[in-house]
């Protein structure tokens, strides 16, 4: 593949100009910085805000002021079933079936939510298997379940290393874990794709070989939904959560997302339960009862965010239109397009830390600038000044995304120059 890019600026602009998804840039608003155009490159934090959203916005505004009350049954879309508007979209977008997700909360709410009914823990089997670099809310949240439930996160957090030289873990380090401590390992949770390095893992062998050792699985997907393909049900976890501010483009703290499987839509699970996960004809009948919806509604708590799922349900909107395949063959080759370039005209001055096998990277590559840290930090500086939107994690790692739906591989070659600058001046 590599020897189809060509380095020239008037290529990237040819590919621009051939690519069938670029119409999808223009229903973005691409900010600005001071004088110029920025080259967002940090779709993998906060994605971009859909040009619809302001309008969808507004209509729930236009109705609550007019309707009020009403506006849980008129209006175009009803606050009543308004969640379920979002429903087909997203299926489609994590690849499961409708009745198997449900958009509330935020994603850590989501996580704690899933594992009240998904750890389960005995004195045989009390543990999490985690990775060493999780997520800092995720581990907060699982150290804090290992204690609510009495049981010590000294012993019953197991945490998997890295065991690669650049960081990223392989499904044999996986499997060495599993076979070691498996019979102890209540609940296995790894993400879909790793936040630090970018690497994408394989969901249905993780599934597969845990379940396997008799442990629920559970995927954290805050950097995989909307970033790369998924079939959540034919990879068979028991439950996913994910946020929709980073590639689901839905805006500052958006209402997340979880995925329960089909085979526990009625499940004897103890679940923390609250009036908008009661069945839905009943539900207004006020019962003293408790009787959950089938599928993953019967975990919601509370009537949803409706200015939240406006956004959301424009965002997945424009996934339908583009489609996940379509993305992802982009993205797939602007990265490999990206990291043609790096390797061929930064060599000594950035290498790149995510895998660069197609099927192991998203659209996020992770760049560790060589030399002292302070040099690194010079470098982001430098790449700010040039308009270039990407993110620095300490000590020498620069993150950027170039996200299919509003990258061009004009970005690409322009981060690339403006590195090249820095370097030629140090
Ligand atoms: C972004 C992210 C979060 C953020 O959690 P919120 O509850 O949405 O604030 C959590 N976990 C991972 C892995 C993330 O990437």
Redesign the pocket.
């Known amino acids: 593949m590599s020897s189809s890019f060509e380095a020239s600026s008037s290529w990237a602009q040819a590919q621009d100009a051939a690519d069938p998804l670029r119409i999808f840039r223009d229903e973005f608003l691409i900010p600005n910085h001071n004088d110029g155009e920025q080259i967002y490159l940090c779709g993998n934090s906060l994605g971009l805000q859909p040009r619809g959203v302001r309008d969808a916005v507004n209509a729930e505004m236009d109705y609550w002021g007019s309707l009020a009350v009403e506006g849980h049954f008129r209006g175009r879309l009803p606050w009543m079933d308004y969640h379920e508007f979002v429903r087909d979209h997203l299926a489609e977008v994590v690849g499961a079936l409708p009745s198997e997700v449900v958009t509330m909360n ?3 709410v989501n996580l704690h939510l899933m594992m009240v009914s998904f750890y389960r823990p005995t004195t045989e089997r009390p543990a999490i298997l985690i990775e060493k670099r999780a ?1 800092p ?2 581990r907060y949240a699982v150290e804090s379940q290992v204690r609510f439930h009495g049981f010590d996160p000294a012993t019953d957090l197991i945490e998997i290393e890295a065991d690669a030289a650049d960081g990223t873990l392989s499904i044999d380090a996986i499997q060495r874990v599993l076979d070691e401590h498996g019979a102890r390992i209540a609940l296995v949770l790894l ?1 879909g794709v790793q ?1 630090l390095t970018g690497q994408v893992f394989d969901l249905r062998a993780i599934t597969e070989i845990a379940h396997r050792k008799g442990c629920v699985v559970g995927f ?1 997907l ?2 995989a939904v909307g970033n790369i393909p998924l079939q959540l049900h034919d990879t068979h976890c028991d439950f996913a959560v994910w ?1 929709s501010y ?1 590639y689901l483009n839905s805006g500052p703290g958006a209402v ?1 997302g979880c995925f329960v499987h089909e085979r526990h839509a009625q499940t004897p699970r103890p679940r923390f339960a609250g009036w908008w996960g009661h069945e839905k004809s009943t539900r207004f009948q006020m019962g003293s009862e408790f009787v959950p919806t089938v599928g993953a509604d019967g975990w919601q708590l509370s009537n949803p965010p409706i200015l939240s799922l406006a956004p959301l349900r424009v965002s997945l909107e424009i996934f339908h239109r583009a489609g996940m395949q379509n993305l992802r063959a982009k993205s797939q080759h602007l990265t490999a397009y990206l990291i043609w370039l790096i390797e061929r005209e930064l060599d000594g001055v950035l290498s790149v830390v995510t895998p660069t096998a197609p099927d192991q990277r998203g659209a996020q590559l992770s760049l560790r600038v060589h030399g002292p840290r302070d040099s690194g930090r010079a470098l982001f500086d430098h790449l700010g000044t040039q308009h270039i939107i990407g993110d620095w994690r300490e000590p020498d790692v620069i993150r950027i995304a170039p996200t299919p739906l509003y990258n061009r591989y004009a970005d690409c070659r322009y981060f690339v120059d403006a590195a090249k600058q820095w370097a030629a001046t140090r």
């Open positions: 935020t994603l850590s997520f809310s995720d993400p936040y954290d805050a950097h946020c980073k997340g």
